[in-house]
T-cell receptor
Framework: NAGVMQNPRHLVRRRGQEARLRCSPMKGHSHVYWYRQLPEEGLKFMVYLQKENIIDESGMPKERFSAEFPKEGPSILRIQQVVRGDSAAYFC????????????FGQGTRLTVV | GDSVTQMEGPVTLSEEAFLTINCTYTATGYPSLFWYVQYPGEGLQLLLKATKADDKGSNKGFEATYRKETTSFHLEKGSVQVSDSAVYFCALSDRNTGNQFYFGTGTSLTVIP
């Protein structure tokens, strides 16, 4: 059973471009979480999704950011018109629908905006 | 709402010293509690967990006990090694909030020889 797969591992975008970050959860996991980590800072929750539904997006900026987890395929975190402040590591985690189980993390995507 | 508060870092210890990283939580229901570890350039890995009051999670010499009366889940290790240098995150998952995960801000540990 492969772990949580994120790609790309590293992404460089110029200001104003779009960034698409992909996350394939572990097999059987229907819950996906996205977090942002700035250098020397902790994890900031962004969004929590279940298949085809956004459960909690309270941590995601209202503008330029969007997330989806379609019935088929990976979860996508999309950042439009990127700015330098979007440079960070973005981590995805997944968990099964049962309670009391841990979330499993991917290796992250390191976004650099130049 | 639910939240996790953990000890501010960074923490620097000599090899073989005793480690405690404090973690307290606020939750509306009966959460499960976790400690995660992040090594440089990597994602978070589960270190240990406890799913109900008085449970003790343990792994690789680390321990933490779920204390409902003090709403705490402090991480301890009797003798740290240089290889334990990493960032440690306390977290909770609460079924009352649909299994949302809440993380502390992380505590950076450096162990010097």
């Amino acid at each position: 059973n492969a772990g949580v797969m994120q790609n790309p591992r590293h992404l460089v975008r110029r200001r104003g471009q779009e960034a698409r970050l992909r996350c394939s959860p572990m097999k059987g996991h229907s819950h996906v979480y996205w977090y942002r980590q700035l250098p020397e800072e902790g994890l900031k929750f962004m969004v929590y999704l279940q298949k085809e539904n956004i459960i909690d997006e309270s941590g995601m900026p209202k503008e330029r950011f969007s997330a989806e987890f379609p019935k088929e395929g990976p979860s996508i975190l999309r950042i439009q018109q990127v700015v330098r402040g979007d440079s960070a590591a973005y981590f995805c985690a997944s968990s099964p629908p049962s309670v009391a189980t841990e979330a499993f993390f991917g290796q992250g995507t390191r976004l650099t905006v130049v | 709402g639910d939240s996790v508060t953990q000890m501010e870092g960074p923490v620097t210890l000599s090899e073989e010293a005793f480690l405690t990283i404090n973690c307290t939580y606020t939750a509306t229901g009966y959460p499960s509690l976790f400690w995660y570890v992040q090594y440089p350039g990597e994602g978070l890995q589960l270190l240990l967990k406890a799913t109900k009051a008085d449970d003790k999670g343990s792994n690789k010499g680390f321990e933490a006990t779920y204390r409902k009366e003090t709403t705490s889940f402090h991480l301890e290790k009797g003798s740290v090694q240089v290889s334990d240098s990493a960032v440690y995150f306390c977290a909770l998952s609460d079924r009352n909030t649909g299994n949302q995960f809440y993380f502390g801000t992380g505590t950076s540990l450096t162990v010097i020889p």
